[in-house]
């Protein structure tokens, strides 16, 4: 499946924030019902396990806040010390995520750039993007990879969306079926087409400059993991 680099989402521009909230709310709950969060999280356990102490944990493009809220809960679980820090350009989203902050202390906000991270080196113990590289252009991609793995003592995950076929059908029945919102139903299906094929991201982490990466294929739940440490 031939990528689509220049279309764009509903959620790549202006949309009325009840829109925008309701499509989010889609995403985060198709993401915990079909196992992407747990993806992410298991990773990101596995990163922490040779960090002391309390661990910092940065969620670039972490928007509302939904997928750390449940980073936060899982590490409650376990008993695990963690300061989050949801790192997004979009103020109206970070405004929405204060909501989650007052629930979960641990959670803290930064409004910055996903290419620009405004960390020194080593700053944070584990970066982590999820369903984000797909919206960037190669360009952006790498650069963003690049600061990640720069702010990051023990390393990255990177969830997004496998392109295949497969993947495509899939979202597209999952996005009919379960999705509220008519711009999930839109953007859900595109995003599986804009996103990189596993050759074409380990390409991009190499420009980046990852010296190891583990790139792994999950077709049943459309998604690829790609770690380095």
């Not at 790192?87 to 641990?106: I, Q």
């Not at 079926?177 to 991201?201: C, K, M, N, Q, T």
Request: include cysteine; proline fraction near 3%.
């Amino acid at each position: 499946m031939r990528r689509e680099e220049g279309a764009r989402e509903h959620l790549d521009g202006f949309v009325a924030p009840a829109d925008r909230d309701a499509s989010l709310a889609d995403i985060d709950r198709l993401s915990a019902w079909f196992g992407g969060h747990a993806l992410t999280i298991r990773a990101v356990r596995r990163l922490l396990r040779a960090v002391p102490g309390r661990a910092v944990v940065v969620d670039v493009g972490g928007g509302r806040g939904d997928f750390a809220r449940r980073l936060a809960r899982a590490a409650r679980r376990r008993g695990q010390r963690l300061r989050i820090v949801i790192l997004d350009r979009d103020l109206e989203g970070l405004g929405f995520a204060g909501a989650v902050g007052r629930v979960y202390p641990e959670i803290v906000r930064v409004c910055a750039d996903a290419s620009a991270l405004p960390f020194r080196d080593k700053g944070v113990d584990v970066a982590v993007s999820s369903l984000v590289l797909h919206h960037l252009s190669p360009a952006a991609a790498v650069a963003s990879l690049e600061a990640m793995r720069a702010a990051a003592r023990a390393g990255v995950v990177v969830n997004d969306l496998l392109r295949t076929r497969l993947s495509w059908l899939l979202v597209v029945i999952a996005t009919r079926i379960f999705a509220r919102h008519a711009i999930s139903r839109h953007d859900g299906p595109l995003s599986v087409r804009r996103a990189y094929a596993p050759d074409e991201l380990r390409a991009l982490c190499a420009k980046a400059g990852w010296g190891h990466v583990r790139i792994r294929r999950f077709p049943l739940l459309s998604r690829l993991l790609a770690v380095t440490w």
